[in-house]
């Protein structure tokens, strides 16, 4: 078999296979967001059991923007205008939307008394606004129309964070720093089982879930080092069997990813993050080559279009189910916890409805933004 010598130069500005693992991760977490299904019997048991793990799409979440940021970073470490360029991206892609809901939601629809006014903790509030709702919310649970922006506090503080990190360090040094942190989050959850922490602090704290974002940066970091680069792009059979292998592994320990089983709290998450970090490496590799492969088939094109909705799916999801989706089902006399033709007919609907409302929110609204990316974003840092 010939051998491909890579250059990190040459690394695709644009990976149409990982478009195709965004859409997977946003397609298992927005059919779980509008899942009311709990207990059915039968070949439906599976179904729900199915739709119940779908919370493992925000690991590949993770995985994905781990390998993207840190590529981005390491790729513009020296250029001048890194700062700036990197966070006028980041605030164009994820304010506007972000803040948009948080005013509709927490401002505008209380005060037209559409929707009962928030109840008043003005901790809470502040965590929304200032991205530390992760941290808070475990023992302070909020709105639940906005229960899933734990995930978003996380990649903010990422973002704020890792840049000073990677600032001007070799891609080696990035990749012996993910492993260690990788490392170092397994042992922060195995420390806070011991100490009887509450299940939502292990699953929602930066510390306890930096292992996926670790474990994609020391892929991103892997490809900027040719004889690692080199040896991923012609092992992508071997990255991507030991992922999947990696993935059912830690099924196996946890009773499938039971979500408040102990195993899946410590080890679970460190294989399901190695799992998909190799996936992922597997697929960058798959387009760096061109190659065909079943890789291949995550370049789609209606997976790519999920993809490039993937952000406001999941920011509008949440609200659609709660401020639109349950009220619906009630006026109705529907109840999808008893029903599996009602209970999958509804996930579907939610995750169409989603779908439309982010296309909506994308080029009514988020576009606007992201057009200005290049001209307030410093001259001189690629993206």
Request: aromatic share 14%; charged share 15%.
């Amino acid at each position: 078999m010939s051998t491909a010598t890579p250059d990190p130069g040459a690394l695709p500005a644009r990976m149409p296979a990982l478009d195709g693992l965004r859409a997977i991760a946003v397609l298992l977490v927005v059919p779980h967001n509008f899942n009311l299904m709990v207990a059915l019997g039968g070949a439906a048991y599976f179904v729900v059991v199915g739709l119940h793990r779908g919370w493992i799409g925000v690991q590949l979440f993770f995985v994905l923007s781990g390998f993207l940021i840190t590529g981005i970073l390491l790729d513009t470490r020296d250029a001048p205008g890194y700062f700036r360029s990197f966070f006028v991206r980041r605030v164009l892609r994820i304010f506007p939307l972000y803040y948009f809901t948080l005013l509709v939601l927490l401002v505008v629809l209380p005060g037209l008394g559409l929707v009962p006014a928030p109840r008043r903790d003005a901790l809470l509030e502040l965590s929304y606004w200032a991205y530390f709702s992760n941290w808070y919310g475990p023992f302070h649970p909020g709105e639940d129309s906005l229960s899933h922006f734990w995930s978003l506090a996380c990649e903010e503080q990422f973002y704020l964070l890792w840049p000073f990190v990677v600032y001007r360090r070799s891609a080696r040094w990035v990749l012996r720093l993910c492993l260690a942190v990788a490392a170092a989050a397994l042992l922060v959850r195995i420390g806070m089982l011991r100490a009887g922490a509450p299940v939502q602090a292990i699953y929602q704290f930066l510390a306890t879930r930096m292992d996926a974002l670790a474990f994609g940066g020391a892929a991103a970091a892997a490809f900027r080092i040719p004889s690692a680069a080199s040896w991923a792009l012609n092992r992508r059979r071997l990255l991507s069997g030991t992922g999947l292998a990696s993935i059912a592994a830690g099924a196996a320990i946890s009773r499938g990813y039971n979500f408040a089983e102990p195993a899946t709290l410590s080890l679970g998450y460190t294989l399901l993050g190695l799992g998909f970090a190799l996936l992922v490496a597997a697929a960058a590799a798959t387009d760096w080559l061109g190659a065909g492969g079943w890789l291949a088939a995550l370049r789609w094109d209606p997976l790519r279009r999920i993809a490039k909705y993937s952000y406001a799916m999941y920011v509008l999801s949440v609200p659609i189910h709660f401020l639109a989706g349950k009220p619906a089902l009630s006026a109705l006399g529907l109840a999808p916890g008893d029903s599996l033709i009602v209970g999958l007919g509804y996930v579907f609907a939610g995750t169409a409805v989603s779908f439309l409302a982010a296309a909506a929110s994308y080029y009514f609204f988020e576009r606007h933004f992201l057009e200005l990316k290049d001209r307030l974003a410093a001259p001189g840092a690629a993206p």
